[in-house]
């Protein structure tokens, strides 16, 4: 009997961590939940941090079920499921689509809403969602206007290039990749640049093409990183020695006009990213050198990231990145510059 209970005992002790483990985690309240599950997400640890975030999002808090949808939407994690990134998504545009655009939760509306557009575009087979362009530009339109989302606007002005799901109008769509690229949205300034590069839509300038997409390389978050270096190597290795000293001159000047730092990105082992990769080269084997913003120039003022996007319709030649052969000191970047002159 004694032995019996003894044995009983140990493997009462043994199993007693994992039979609490698997217990569901209790947290005081559903806002110290989110707290805790945004601490996790934007340290890299989605395993912590979805039970939290589910548990807020069950109890009707709003962020909540967004950062989940954002970890769904995830190809690098390792709980990827775009069918419940798209219902979450989907939830919240419905119940937030009246927001005023002052409250808090509007700029997460709109991302919900530019979300939604991309699913809605290439479509989602696995609920038998088939691609539907015309109303991905109604998400898009909603989230340029409404909650000026820059990354509806540059979708947006893509779209308007290709006719995709919306007429063709090409003067309006360069005219929002210029406004955006001049606000420092590094997608569009790669955009931009590669258009510039190939004479795409406008007339080839090289030595701009490469200023422009150096600006988008040192402006990119790590989820754009990869396609916008693609394209900086595409235009390095094909620019002449000449354009590339051009180049360098143009860069000095508009990393600091239209630059706009990222945000430090963290892994999961909640440590910085640290810049490291393989060494680029071009086909002949030359190293792709990075044409980066000079640091001893006195930053000027940005144009206002906060511009109103107005839907609408435009002809002619739409403004494009302002001349920068005038020196910085004497005159520094206007709030609307004008367009630039060959």
């Known amino acids: 009997m004694r032995t019996s209970r003894l044995v009983l005992g140990f493997l009462l002790i043994a199993f007693a961590p994992a039979w609490a483990l698997a217990q569901a985690p209790t947290f005081s309240s559903p806002r110290e939940a989110l707290r805790q599950g945004v601490s996790a997400y934007q340290g890299g640890y989605y395993e912590l941090a979805m039970p939290p975030l589910e548990y807020a999002a069950a109890q009707g808090e709003f962020m909540a079920s967004y950062y989940l949808a954002k970890i769904y939407q995830d190809n690098t994690g390792p709980h990827t ?8 998504f989907e939830k919240i545009a419905d119940e937030h689509l009246d927001a005023d655009p002052d409250d808090p939760r509007a700029q997460y509306v709109g991302k919900a809403l530019t979300a939604l557009a991309g699913y809605v575009l290439r479509g989602l087979p696995e609920i038998g969602l088939a691609p539907d362009p ?8 909603n989230a340029s206007t409404t909650f000026n989302d820059e990354d509806a606007q540059f979708e947006l ?6 006719g995709e ?12 990749l210029s406004v955006l690229s001049q606000n420092g949205h590094a997608g569009a300034q790669a955009f931009f640049a590669d258009l510039l590069w190939r004479g795409k839509h406008m007339e080839p300038d090289p030595a701009r093409a490469l200023a422009l997409i150096a600006v988008a390389v040192d402006n990119a978050s790590p989820q754009d990183a990869m396609w916008i270096e693609d394209i900086y190597q595409n235009i390095f290795c094909g620019a002449a020695e000449g354009t590339r000293r051009q180049a360098t001159g143009i860069v000095a000047q508009w990393g600091n006009r239209y630059g706009r730092k990222p945000t430090e990105q963290r892994d999961r082992s909640g ?3 640290l ?3 393989p060494v680029r080269t071009c086909k002949n084997g030359e190293p792709v050198d990075v044409i980066a913003p000079r640091a001893e120039l006195a930053t000027t003022p940005r144009l206002p990231a906060a511009r109103t996007f107005n839907y609408g319709t435009m002809s002619g030649e739409p403004p494009k990145l302002q001349d920068v052969t005038t020196p910085l000191a004497t005159n ?3 709030a609307a510059p004008a367009g630039y002159t060959r």
């Open 81 to 88: 499921d775009h069918a419940k990134a798209y219902a979450l």
């Open 134 to 141: 015309e109303r991905a530009v109604f998400y898009l339109k």
């Open 275 to 277: 810049a490291v990769g």
């Open 332 to 334: 520094p970047a206007p």
């Open 157 to 162: 002005a893509k779209l308007q290039l290709k």
């Open 271 to 273: 440590l910085a990213q």
């Open 165 to 176: 799901g919306v007429e063709t109008n090409v003067p309006l769509g360069r005219h929002w």
